[in-house]
């Protein structure tokens, strides 16, 4: 279960709308990007794009369509899509 203050610190993040904002944007116009991608190119803290990510896909704003490898790390990583579902 998820305390009550980290649910209201979560809320209170200023520009938590932008981010998710600028990383869907940057999804739509780049499809198949992975969150390697978005950090790399977006400038971005991992920890914030995986988090955005995570909470686009809950909403099926977003959807995994494959997996790519990540040349520098030799991991497979998700590639997504806007969803046309929204």
Sequence with gaps: MIARTS?????????????ERRVKAYIYDNPGATAH???????MQHTNVCSRLSDLSARGEIM????KKNEAT?????QYVVSVLQ
């Design 64 to 67: 995994v369509i494959g997996k």
């Design 74 to 78: 030799g991991r497979m990583n998700n």
């Design 7 to 19: 649910i209201t610190a979560y809320r209170e993040i200023k520009d938590l709308d932008e981010r």
């Design 37 to 43: 991608d978005i950090v790399h190119n977006m400038k």
